[in-house]
């Protein structure tokens, strides 16, 4: 992996996907201490990132391999972003999700025209369920971090916010990004090394499922012990993807960890400030950014919003977050 194939992608998704903006508000400011600029990619495509990566790595496959389907297991949003960029290339689409998958997702999945499998994620063997549906269908895996073409269409996120940094005049701030297997995080790391190398990548995860910040502190992949049992689905992994970590380890600094509650009062605050809609996983980074300011270093902080799919009464639940 490098920012060549991260360019390669992005010229394959121009005209594609969407060039977020960077937005602020005062009011952030004041309450981060610092100026906060908000990366929106809950306006991406299927309300996520996750189209970013879905297209390139689909868009890179032979024509005749692609011609026979694809397949990909997630909780929502890799499997919107994949279903979608299938939709587009009139292509089957085969996606495995978890049977407590907010039911939005589904449904969103499910109107981009792909089949929907089940499974419990406490108990089945997805690898085993998707690995024996792809040999039966001649589908192609599209795993939702561990897969370098998906993770250099993620890294296009990066490549934009090196960008547009320059256009505002930053040169040097910390980058938090909502972090589950590492594929968007190493992406947008490796964009920053080349393009704005004084840019440092934070990784940002819910408390309880901190495998990505513990692994960066002892050098190793570790793993959660729980499979579930977060708000935060979006980004509830195992462990760190083995593409991912040796990239998260050469070039992030340490990972940061958010409650619930900072999460859902985030969430809350970019809706009442910036008028936008973000899922209790996809706010992580701005949560730490308002509510960790002492764990975070320099006059700015850059933060990828990076998803919007949440269900009403979740979406409510956050707002009454702020009631008094």
Do not use: W
């Amino acid at each position: 992996m490098d920012v060549d194939a991260i360019r390669a992608a992005a010229q394959r998704l121009d005209g594609h996907a969407r060039k977020t903006p960077l937005l602020s508000s005062p009011f952030l400011d004041e309450i981060a201490g610092r100026r906060v600029l908000i990366k929106p990619e809950c306006l991406q495509h299927t309300g996520s990132f996750k189209f970013r990566g879905g297209r390139a790595a689909i868009s890179a496959l032979p024509g005749d391999i692609r011609a026979k389907g694809v397949i990909a297991f997630s909780s929502g949003n890799h499997a919107q972003g994949v279903a979608l960029a299938a939709q587009d290339f009139g292509i089957p689409a085969v996606i495995l999700m978890p049977s407590d998958t907010p039911r939005l997702k589904v449904e969103n999945t499910r109107s981009y025209g792909a089949e929907v499998v089940f499974f419990d994620r406490a108990t089945d063997d997805r690898d085993a369920i998707c690995d024996d549906l792809a040999k039966a269908r001649g589908l192609t895996l599209v795993r939702p971090y561990d897969d370098a073409e998906v993770i250099a269409g993620q890294g296009t996120v990066g490549l934009e916010i090196a960008a547009q940094a320059t256009e505002l005049g930053i040169e040097a701030a910390e980058v938090l990004v909502p972090c589950g297997g590492g594929g968007l995080t190493s992406g947008v790391a490796l964009s920053l090394e080349a393009d704005a190398p004084k840019m440092r990548v934070r990784p940002v995860e819910p408390k309880r499922f901190d495998d990505v910040a513990r692994s960066l502190a002892s050098g190793r992949i570790e793993s959660n012990a729980a499979k579930a049992g977060s708000i935060c689905d979006a980004i509830i992994t195992s462990q760190p993807g083995n593409l991912t970590f040796p990239i998260l380890h050469r070039l992030c600094g340490s990972g940061l960890e958010v409650s619930e509650e900072e999460c859902l009062r985030a969430m809350a605050l970019a809706f009442a400030r910036l008028k936008i809609v973000i899922e209790p996983g996809g706010v992580v980074a701005l949560a730490a950014a308002l509510f960790h300011p002492d764990e975070i270093f320099g006059d700015t902080v850059i933060v990828v919003a990076t998803g919007g799919n949440v269900d009403t009464p979740m979406f409510t639940r956050a707002l009454e977050a702020l009631t008094p």
